[in-house]
């Protein structure tokens, strides 16, 4: 058995800021109660006309990835590419990166695990790596939630929590056992997967010859819809449980975490994590000030800038944690 280790990073985010004062303009909303909620100060939006998609930030996340990597693009054996905000219903995005970036006909697969998107592609692309299947695979979270989301009143309680971004891993088989990513932790309970939910274009509820026949402007299906409190209350638990399991899977302390990258759902899940892992400022990244919560796309993009700001170092004990609709949640732990 192998290790997988992560050898490139890389992010992109649209250039549109969009402040909390911006959205005051669209909605019954204001600066300090998404600050005082949510941490967040602004995000980024797509403008519309930019050409940015999905697909396409993804691919400009991953060139640079691959560049940072120090191998050619013909060196991917395959493709995982995380989102719950694809260009088209199906393909999912993973082929137009194949198709973009020109490689060779390796495998794309589609993970749609929300929050934890990443994580679960990681784990994926991880054990993939690990059985001795694939040496080099690209891993890509990316999401274009702007174009989704109620701009009114009606939606304040979601539409202001979201922004759009991308990021991306390369991995590499590592000989190495005590190297790179030491294990990944899954976890699902679907008995709560309509309190974060995007009902349509899925078919369970809805038939798109229903839907455009009743034409109806208030249908609020292709909204995002989410139980804010019960979500937050679940994900404080799930983050804390997931995160002491991969501690414990690799007989290691709390104090042994040099870096703990949350998915960026709210800053007071991080605070909280925090401060019950009794953790230093140092010990633990956000970012969701800046870019509000941006998915799958969160954490990559929060790995890639601790590790561009220099806070991540050759020997760290770096751990990621998700949690998100589904509900599912993950952690994977990295030697780095
Ligand atoms: O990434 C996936 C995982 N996601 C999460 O983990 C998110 C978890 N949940 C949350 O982060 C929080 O529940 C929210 C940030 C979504 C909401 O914060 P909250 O403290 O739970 O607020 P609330 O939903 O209980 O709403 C409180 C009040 C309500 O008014 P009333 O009923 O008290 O009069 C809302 O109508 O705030 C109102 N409100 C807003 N006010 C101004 C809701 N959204 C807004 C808004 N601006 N954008």
Known sequence: MYNSKIIGLGKYVPDNVVTNNDLSKMMDTNDA?????????????????????????????????????????????FIVFATLSPDMYFPGPGVQVQHALGIKTVGALDVRNQCSGFVYALSVADNFIKTGMYKNILVIGSELHSHGLDKTTRGRSVSVIFGDGAGAAVLTREENNSKGILSTHLHSEGEHAEELVLIAPGLGKRWVNDILKDNDPNDESYFPYMNGQFVFKNAVVRFSEVIMEGLIKNNLQVDAIDMLIPHQANLRIAQFIQKKFKLNDDQVFNNIQKYGNTTAASIPIALTEAWEEGKIKEGDTVVLAAFGSGFTWGSVIIKW
Not at 44 to 68: F, H, L, P, Q, Y
């Open 33 to 77: 109660w998404i600050q005082e909620r949510t941490g967040i100060k602004e995000r980024r939006w797509v403008k519309e006309g930019s050409g940015d998609t999905t697909a396409t930030m993804g691919v400009k996340a991953a060139k640079i990835a691959i560049e940072r990597a120090g191998i050619d693009k013909d060196d991917i054996d």
